[in-house]
């Protein structure tokens, strides 16, 4: 019988990747893509698409159970301040949003992952579909870090871990040994540019997994546009968590660090 997998998709490059890759694995991909998130061009991937609204949970759901959907991927982001417009919130996802033990990301999608595993419909870790774009611990740029950079490394780098165990943020924007912005909601490319906007030249971004962290609801990622927020702030090196989130568009995300004198360090 022919695998089938449902791909929630919202914005960045996570939808493209794990599709393709699904189909290598011989997956034949159905694909709810949430309005105003996803890309437009997705629907030249082929395959069954329909587009939905980030409210439109039971009917995502319906239609995923009319292709025949029981196993399903997150792949994306979608913008979690949605979740404050009420009056345009449906009757579905405000009984999911009460179920949810707050209104953080990542017990509102645990919720929702409920209310699917109600439906039939079992979410499964997008991992196996990114093993090309995580990195082993190393140098991955050309230019070196100096002491300095080195030392804000290593100081923040405990911090971000113990932030992202708290459920604050998986993001940390250091200099001279103080972190000058924490990722909130605004997502870690948004987090990057404040921090720049507020410390001016020389930041240091770091990023970390939470030591508890459910890939099906959340892998954290970095690529060619958070190096280009680097490159906008005025950065001076980026230090992620090697072999547990994927590093997309890596190629051209390492040229233009090379270009702009960034360092690029995953290390554990």
Same mark, same amino acid.
């Given at each position: 019988m022919e695998k089938r997998l449902g791909v929630i998709a919202g914005s960045g490059e996570s939808p493209y990747l794990i599709r393709a890759k699904a189909r290598d694995q011989g997956y034949a991909c159905v694909t709810a893509a949430i309005r105003d998130e996803a890309d437009p061009l997705l629907e030249k991937q082929g395959g069954p698409l329909t587009w939905f609204g980030v409210t439109e949970v039971s009917e995502i759901a319906r239609f995923f159970k009319s292709h025949g959907i029981t196993e399903a991927v997150f792949a994306g982001k979608v913008d979690p301040r949605r979740i404050y417009e009420k009056k345009k919130l449906g009757t579905v996802l405000l009984r999911i949003l009460e179920r949810g033990r707050d209104r953080s990301a990542e017990s509102v999608i645990r919720a929702a992952m409920d209310y699917f595993a109600r439906q039939g419909i079992h979410f499964i870790s997008p991992e196996p579909f990114f093993a090309d774009a995580m990195c082993q611990p190393g140098l991955l740029s050309r230019c070196q870090p100096q002491p300095p950079i080195e030392a804000d490394i290593e100081w923040g780098w405990e911090r971000a871990g113990q932030l992202a165990d708290a459920d604050v943020g998986q993001c940390i924007v250091v200099k001279d040994k103080a @972190? /000058?912005?924490?990722?909130?909601?605004?997502?870690?490319?948004?987090?990057?540019?404040?921090?720049?906007?507020?410390?001016?030249?020389? @930041? /240091?971004?770091?990023?970390r997994v939470r030591s508890h962290q459910d890939p099906r609801i959340d892998l954290p990622a970095v690529g060619l546009e958070t190096v280009k927020s680097l490159v906008a702030a005025g950065g001076k090196a980026l230090c992620f968590e090697a072999g547990k989130m994927p590093f997309f568009q890596k190629d051209a995300a390492l040229t233009l660090a090379d270009r702009h004198g960034i360092v690029v360090l995953a290390r554990t």
């Amino acid at each position: 019988m022919e695998k089938r997998l449902g791909v929630i998709a919202g914005s960045g490059e996570s939808p493209y990747l794990i599709r393709a890759k699904a189909r290598d694995q011989g997956y034949a991909c159905v694909t709810a893509a949430i309005r105003d998130e996803a890309d437009p061009l997705l629907e030249k991937q082929g395959g069954p698409l329909t587009w939905f609204g980030v409210t439109e949970v039971s009917e995502i759901a319906r239609f995923f159970k009319s292709h025949g959907i029981t196993e399903a991927v997150f792949a994306g982001k979608v913008d979690p301040r949605r979740i404050y417009e009420k009056k345009k919130l449906g009757t579905v996802l405000l009984r999911i949003l009460e179920r949810g033990r707050d209104r953080s990301a990542e017990s509102v999608i645990r919720a929702a992952m409920d209310y699917f595993a109600r439906q039939g419909i079992h979410f499964i870790s997008p991992e196996p579909f990114f093993a090309d774009a995580m990195c082993q611990p190393g140098l991955l740029s050309r230019c070196q870090p100096q002491p300095p950079i080195e030392a804000d490394i290593e100081w923040g780098w405990e911090r971000a871990g113990q932030l992202a165990d708290a459920d604050v943020g998986q993001c940390i924007v250091v200099k001279d040994k103080a @972190v /000058v912005a924490v990722e909130g909601m605004e997502g870690t490319d948004a987090a990057i540019r404040r921090g720049g906007e507020l410390a001016g030249e020389g @930041v /240091v971004v770091i990023k970390r997994v939470r030591s508890h962290q459910d890939p099906r609801i959340d892998l954290p990622a970095v690529g060619l546009e958070t190096v280009k927020s680097l490159v906008a702030a005025g950065g001076k090196a980026l230090c992620f968590e090697a072999g547990k989130m994927p590093f997309f568009q890596k190629d051209a995300a390492l040229t233009l660090a090379d270009r702009h004198g960034i360092v690029v360090l995953a290390r554990t």
